[in-house]
């Protein structure tokens, strides 16, 4: 499909040459009790950024959305949708989370297809249907609240829907999540007296990704000229109705739901938090106030503070690493004698 | 009276009949209870069972000797009777060290913070003493008193391992072990040696047991005393006869450890020291101790910040007055209010507790302030326990339980 006009420019020119018109579509989603959703649809080529998207339906009613899948360092993962204007500060955010200044970055792309089972370009809320999603936290501008209609890639980005956002929450319930409307240009202070005003949206489990020594070419979705598909309402459904679907990284654990965090076996990631919550107390311990009442004492007014307040939380921290590397070494050396059969001179004697 | 008189004294007084027995106060392993509508009377505890007060001398001893502050339990008395510390306090001072024992019954897999508190105490001895320990999990004890099947108490004994771990044990000098495990060997030929010294009447006197009771109630008993002798562990303290042992426990155990007590010089080895603490209130107030049948008695580990904040201000017992300005008038009853005793456990700022004290007992403050701070401090610890709890994984339990060497355990 070709654009009609010339030239780029954000200026949206006709609607795009659709298959088929803009035009509300009731479809059951094979998701849970065949939910009624509205909603009309676009097809489009395959558009990689939001000023893309914004060229073929910007023209529409509705507020184009942008959507980030990031990663914090304990291997939890977030969507942050939003408005395509809404100012979206990372760092900010970190710390209304309770993940320090730079906690948050953007996740890999090996994660979209492993947790989000999407391709490059489709991050949605949408995406939270498949289950190796399910500890995925979502944000929602509040300023969707105010728009008549939201726009969304469904579960790919050669398409986008329209929809109140009243229908977002509906499809999310369905499939057993809150929605969470944030103010996302807030910006409250974040310390001693103030925790962190986001902290209960953090997951409470981590994913795990295995290290994928080729980056699978497969999710790369390859740009797509023409649009052909007649089913669009299989899109999502397609994906639906596989809920069994689970993250193949998850190993074959019995019962033990629960990842234990990774920064105990990795050290880089076990010196960063211990810095991040150091450099936390400090930065939150120097202020005019503090200057002014300390003076030149501040340095060990505050050196104080800091051993006070993260001797026993660290202690623990380290104990918990230390333990990890025992269990590892210890079941290393019950491998190597299982293969010799050493291993029974240790029964009790 | 010595401390020996007044050990034989106490054996003595346990061959009371129940009768007598109706109108105090009972403490035993498996009950405790106040005397009507009263609180637990641990002066007369102390003498009944023929132990020791833990006098302040004793804490600043401690201190010297480990190079750092007591512990909060031990500052604000609640490990207050020992039997034989001031022994091995005499031993590490000379060089010669010892080992810890402890112990659980895992019979729920909910853990409350009464139960966590010999372990936190553990963990610090552990820590400042640089000495191994050793823990039992008596699986086949819940087995025999409770309704459960043997594979449910060993499932269950293995849940609770991962709680105990959560308190931060050193696993270069720790040793878990589950009695359906690791009982046989020379764990069991101390049992044996142990149960040909103790008479039918006198485990009766100290357990009360009847006669309907199964013969697997009258052999539990040496089960829980053999790990107080050193050759029960052979794996770790082989050659090591003349090690001491150290019980930290709760003064319901006194019981099980006045029998060992008793047997050990007979066999040839050090009786067991202890250091016991009282017992953690609960919720609704000072008449008992935790159960863990009552969800709302008790904090359990697993409890979410609002479901805490929700268990304080319901059903907290308060000591403040019925109404403000009565409160400012006469101040609270500290004596009998929970939030205080709480905070006295785990808060750890000694001034800050002082402080509340005078406040609350003087009116100038009130329950809800109170309760708000408990509120801070318990989600604190109920936070931190999650946390270290989560990152125990099935093998850091194997590896903990494992029959190996604990080298460097004295370093």
Same mark, same amino acid.
């Given at each position: 499909?070709?654009?009609?006009?010339?030239?780029?420019?954000?200026?949206?020119?006709?609607?795009?040459?659709?298959?088929?018109?803009?035009?509300?579509? %009731?479809?059951?989603?094979?998701?849970?009790?065949?939910?009624?959703?509205?909603?009309?649809?676009?097809?489009?080529?395959?558009?990689?950024? %939001?000023?893309?998207?914004?060229?073929? %339906?910007?023209?529409?009613?509705?507020?184009?959305?942008?959507?980030?899948?990031?990663?914090?360092?304990?291997?939890?993962?977030?969507?942050?949708?939003?408005?395509?204007?809404?100012?979206?500060?990372?760092?900010?955010?970190?710390?209304?989370?309770?993940?320090?200044?730079?906690?948050?970055?953007?996740?890999?792309?090996?994660?979209?297809? &492993?947790?989000?089972?999407?391709?490059?370009?489709?991050?949605?809320?949408?995406?939270?249907?498949?289950?190796?999603?399910?500890?995925?936290?979502?944000?929602?501008?509040?300023?969707?609240?105010?728009?008549?209609?939201?726009?969304?890639?469904?579960?790919?980005?050669?398409?986008?829907?329209?929809?109140?956002?009243?229908?977002? +929450?509906?499809?999310?319930?369905?499939?057993?999540?809150?929605?969470?409307?944030? +103010?996302?240009?807030?910006?409250?202070?974040?310390?001693?007296?103030?925790?962190?005003?986001?902290?209960?949206?953090?997951?409470?489990?981590?994913?795990?990704?295995?290290?994928?020594? &080729?980056?699978?070419?497969?999710?790369?979705?390859?740009?797509?000229?023409?649009?052909?598909?007649?089913?669009?309402?299989?899109?999502?459904?397609?994906?639906?109705?596989?809920?069994?679907?689970?993250?193949?990284?998850?190993?074959?654990?019995?019962?033990?739901?629960?990842?234990?965090?990774?920064?105990?076996?990795?050290?880089?990631?076990?010196?960063?938090?211990?810095?991040?919550?150091?450099?936390?107390?400090?930065?939150?311990?120097? #202020?005019?106030? #503090?200057?002014?009442?300390?003076?030149?004492?501040?340095?060990?007014? %505050?050196?104080?503070?800091?051993? &006070?307040?993260?001797?026993?939380?660290?202690?623990?921290?380290?104990?918990?690493?230390?333990?990890?590397?025992?269990?590892?070494?210890?079941?290393?050396?019950?491998?190597?004698?299982?293969?010799?059969?050493?291993?029974?001179?240790?029964?009790?004697? | 009276?010595?401390?020996?008189?007044?050990?034989?004294?106490?054996?003595?007084?346990?061959?009371?009949?129940?009768?007598?027995?109706?109108?105090?106060?009972?403490?035993?392993?498996?009950?405790?209870?106040?005397?009507?509508?009263?609180?637990?009377?641990? @002066?007369?505890?102390?003498?009944?069972?023929?132990?020791?007060?833990?006098?302040?001398?004793?804490?600043?001893?401690?201190?010297?000797?480990?190079?750092?502050?007591?512990?909060?339990?031990?500052?604000?008395?609640?490990?207050?009777?020992?039997?034989?510390?001031?022994?091995?306090?005499?031993?590490?001072?000379?060089?010669?060290?010892?080992?810890?024992?402890?112990?659980?019954?895992?019979?729920?897999?909910?853990?409350?913070?009464?139960?966590?508190?010999?372990?936190?105490?553990?963990?610090?001895?552990?820590?400042?003493?640089?000495?191994?320990?050793?823990?039992?999990?008596? @699986?086949?004890?819940?087995?025999?008193?409770?309704?459960?099947?043997?594979?449910?108490?060993?499932?269950?004994?293995?849940?609770?391992?991962?709680?105990?771990?959560?308190?931060?044990?050193?696993?270069?000098?720790?040793?878990?072990?589950?009695?359906? /495990?690791?009982?046989?060997?020379?764990?069991?030929?101390?049992?044996?040696?142990?149960?040909?010294?103790?008479?039918?009447?006198?485990?009766?006197?100290?357990?009360?047991?009847?006669?309907?009771?199964?013969? !697997?109630?009258?052999?539990?008993?040496?089960?829980?005393?053999?790990?107080?002798?050193?050759?029960?562990?052979?794996?770790?303290?082989?050659?090591?006869?003349?090690?001491?042992?150290?019980?930290?426990?709760?003064?319901?155990?006194?019981?099980?450890?006045?029998?060992?007590?008793?047997?050990?010089?007979?066999?040839?080895?050090?009786?067991?020291?202890?250091?016991?603490?009282?017992?953690?209130?609960?919720?609704?107030?000072?008449? !008992?101790?935790?159960?863990?049948? /009552?969800?709302?008695?008790?904090?359990?580990?697993?409890?979410?910040?609002?479901?805490?904040?929700?268990?304080?201000?319901?059903?907290?017992?308060? !000591?403040?007055?019925?109404?403000?300005?009565?409160?400012?008038?006469?101040?609270?009853?500290?004596?009998?209010?929970?939030?205080?005793?709480?905070?006295?456990?785990?808060?750890?700022?000694?001034?800050?507790?002082?402080?509340?004290?005078?406040?609350?007992?003087?009116?100038?403050?009130?329950?809800?302030?109170?309760?708000?701070?408990?509120?801070?401090?318990?989600?604190?610890?109920?936070?931190?326990?999650?946390?270290?709890?989560?990152?125990?994984? @099935?093998?850091?339990?194997?590896?903990?339980?494992?029959?190996?060497?604990?080298?460097?355990?004295?370093?």
């Amino acid at each position: 499909m070709r654009r009609r006009g010339g030239g780029k420019g954000t200026q949206t020119s006709d609607l795009p040459f659709v298959s088929h018109g803009p035009q509300p579509i %009731v479809l059951s989603l094979g998701v849970v009790d065949e939910l009624q959703i509205e909603f009309s649809q676009y097809e489009h080529p395959v558009v990689m950024t %939001v000023e893309d998207q914004a060229k073929y %339906v910007g023209n529409s009613e509705g507020g184009l959305s942008k959507n980030l899948f990031l990663k914090d360092k304990k291997n939890r993962f977030y969507i942050v949708s939003a408005l395509a204007d809404t100012k979206v500060d990372l760092k900010v955010l970190s710390q209304r989370l309770g993940l320090g200044k730079g906690g948050l970055r953007m996740a890999p792309e090996e994660a979209l297809g &492993e947790v989000l089972q999407v391709p490059l370009g489709s991050v949605t809320p949408f995406a939270l249907v498949n289950d190796s999603a399910r500890n995925v936290s979502l944000l929602l501008d509040q300023g969707f609240k105010g728009q008549e209609r939201c726009l969304f890639h469904p579960l790919s980005n050669d398409m986008t829907i329209s929809l109140n956002v009243c229908e977002l +929450d509906k499809f999310l319930r369905s499939i057993g999540r809150d929605s969470s409307y944030v +103010d996302l240009e807030a910006n409250p202070p974040v310390g001693k007296d103030n925790p962190p005003d986001l902290a209960a949206l953090v997951p409470s489990d981590s994913i795990v990704l295995p290290d994928l020594p &080729e980056k699978a070419a497969s999710l790369q979705a390859p740009p797509k000229a023409h649009v052909v598909s007649n089913n669009k309402s299989t899109e999502i459904t397609a994906k639906a109705t596989e809920p069994s679907r689970k993250v193949k990284n998850v190993k074959d654990k019995p019962v033990n739901s629960v990842q234990p965090s990774s920064s105990f076996k990795d050290v880089g990631q076990f010196v960063e938090e211990i810095l991040d919550k150091t450099s936390a107390l400090l930065l939150s311990e120097i #202020t005019e106030e #503090t200057i002014k009442q300390h003076g030149q004492q501040l340095g060990v007014v %505050v050196s104080n503070c800091i051993r &006070e307040r993260l001797a026993s939380e660290l202690k623990t921290d380290t104990t918990l690493y230390m333990q990890t590397a025992y269990t590892e070494g210890f079941h290393v050396a019950r491998k190597m004698f299982q293969s010799t059969d050493i291993h029974h001179q240790f029964r009790c004697l | 009276m010595d401390s020996k008189a007044a050990e034989r004294g106490a054996s003595e007084n346990e061959k009371e009949t129940p009768q007598e027995q109706e109108q105090e106060q009972v403490v035993n392993p498996w009950e405790v209870a106040a005397k009507e509508g009263g609180k637990i009377d641990y @002066d007369k505890l102390i003498d009944k069972f023929g132990c020791q007060r833990l006098d302040p001398s004793l804490i600043d001893r401690v201190e010297r000797l480990t190079s750092r502050r007591a512990h909060v339990f031990l500052r604000r008395g609640v490990f207050f009777a020992h039997r034989d510390f001031n022994d091995i306090l005499d031993a590490y001072e000379r060089g010669e060290k010892f080992y810890l024992y402890t112990g659980r019954g895992p019979s729920s897999e909910a853990l409350h913070l009464g139960h966590l508190i010999p372990f936190m105490f553990t963990q610090y001895l552990q820590e400042a003493f640089k000495v191994p320990l050793v823990i039992q999990l008596t @699986d086949d004890e819940k087995f025999l008193w409770k309704n459960l099947t043997v594979e449910e108490s060993r499932r269950l004994a293995r849940e609770n391992a991962k709680d105990i771990i959560a308190c931060g044990f050193d696993i270069r000098r720790t040793f878990i072990f589950s009695d359906f /495990d690791y009982v046989g060997g020379a764990f069991y030929r101390n049992m044996v040696e142990i149960s040909k010294r103790v008479t039918c009447n006198q485990v009766v006197g100290i357990f009360g047991f009847i006669g309907e009771d199964h013969i !697997g109630k009258y052999s539990f008993p040496p089960v829980q005393a053999a790990p107080s002798f050193p050759s029960s562990f052979p794996h770790l303290f082989s050659g090591k006869d003349n090690l001491r042992c150290l019980i930290p426990c709760a003064i319901d155990q006194d019981p099980y450890f006045r029998m060992t007590r008793d047997v050990a010089p007979r066999i040839g080895y050090h009786k067991p020291a202890l250091i016991e603490s009282l017992f953690f209130p609960a919720l609704q107030g000072e008449t !008992g101790k935790m159960s863990a049948s /009552d969800p709302n008695s008790a904090i359990y580990v697993t409890d979410s910040e609002k479901v805490i904040k929700n268990k304080i201000n319901k059903y907290a017992f308060s !000591g403040g007055q019925d109404s403000i300005e009565k409160h400012r008038q006469l101040g609270a009853n500290l004596e009998v209010d929970i939030p205080i005793k709480y905070l006295s456990f785990f808060l750890e700022d000694d001034a800050e507790l002082e402080h509340t004290k005078k406040e609350y007992g003087s009116g100038r403050m009130l329950t809800g302030e109170v309760k708000q701070r408990l509120i801070e401090v318990l989600t604190k610890l109920v936070e931190r326990h999650r946390r270290a709890r989560a990152a125990v994984t @099935d093998e850091m339990v194997d590896a903990f339980m494992a029959v190996r060497p604990l080298p460097n355990m004295f370093n």
